[in-house]
């Protein structure tokens, strides 16, 4: 296994020695809140400010659940630090530790460098119709360009990325923050990429925007079974009650204010 964020970064590097692009320029999609606009949403928390992604849920099921499952501690996890299998957030404290300038930012690996994964792999979901076409793509890296070996590393795009089209699943958009993003990826940094001073993803948060702009979390907890989260469809996850719904069965979810207007930076 070799190292993603460099695999990555060589085929970014003469777009990142480009012209930079303007720190206030944003795609639409950046621009407009999303609190109104029915989804699923991952929202990430670190330490240079917060940004909010769209997710796919229809074009890339497996990829996003099993997003949705390290971000929120549904599975058990190999740890590749020691080797032990662990049950909570994964995402949660990991850094981002790689950065192409004006182009793309990398994190998810708890090795921090590219080797790292959750101990197994998640198949492609790529579509002809889904590119790097625009700025603001949230993709699943692989392990050095191979098909098929997704994990649990993730990257954001800054720019229009046309060279990664067919070669990396995509499994959302930014839809706030894109200046965060960009700013991230303009910190100062060595030679391979990675960032002088540490910058740390907080937690990711997984929310569903329901009809009428209501907000509700999906419970970042290790307490109930995998096999019982697991019978429940994504998309039917959650609801405008205070309970999860699958059949007969019911457990409360947490309480959470709902979230609108510009995230918390």
Do not use: K
């Amino acid at each position: 296994m070799r190292d993603i964020a460099l695999t990555l970064a060589a085929a970014l590097l003469a777009l990142s020695l480009g012209s930079p692009v303007p720190a206030d320029e944003a795609s639409p999609e950046a621009s407009s809140g999303f609190s109104s606009v029915r989804g699923l949403y991952a929202l990430f928390y670190t330490t240079e400010g917060s940004f909010a992604c769209r997710l796919f849920e229809d074009r890339a099921y497996n990829n996003i659940r099993n997003f949705i499952d390290l971000a929120c501690g549904y599975r058990t996890w190999t740890d590749p630090r020691t080797d032990e299998e662990r049950r909570e957030p994964y995402y949660d404290g990991l850094l981002i530790y790689s950065v192409t300038r004006n182009a793309m930012l990398v994190g998810g690996d708890p090795l921090a460098n590219g080797l790292g994964s959750p101990g197994y792999h998640i198949d492609d979901e790529i579509h002809d119709d889904l590119r790097f076409d625009v700025p603001g793509r949230l993709g699943m890296a692989n392990l050095g360009g191979q098909p098929n070996t997704n994990s649990g590393t993730w990257f954001v795009t800054a720019a229009p990325l046309p060279e990664l089209d067919g070669r990396y699943t995509i499994i959302g958009e930014v839809v706030q923050g894109l200046n965060v993003v960009r700013r991230i990826t303009r910190v100062a940094a060595n030679r391979q990429g990675r960032p002088l001073e540490d910058i740390v993803v907080e937690r990711i948060d997984i929310i569903r925007v329901l009809e009428g702009g209501e907000v509700v979390a999906y419970e970042r907890s290790t307490s109930h079974p995998f096999a019982e989260v697991d019978a429940i469809p994504m998309a039917q996850r959650l609801t405008s009650g205070p309970t999860w719904r699958s059949g007969d069965s019911e457990f409360p979810l947490p309480e959470l204010p709902p979230i609108y207007g510009p995230l918390p930076e």
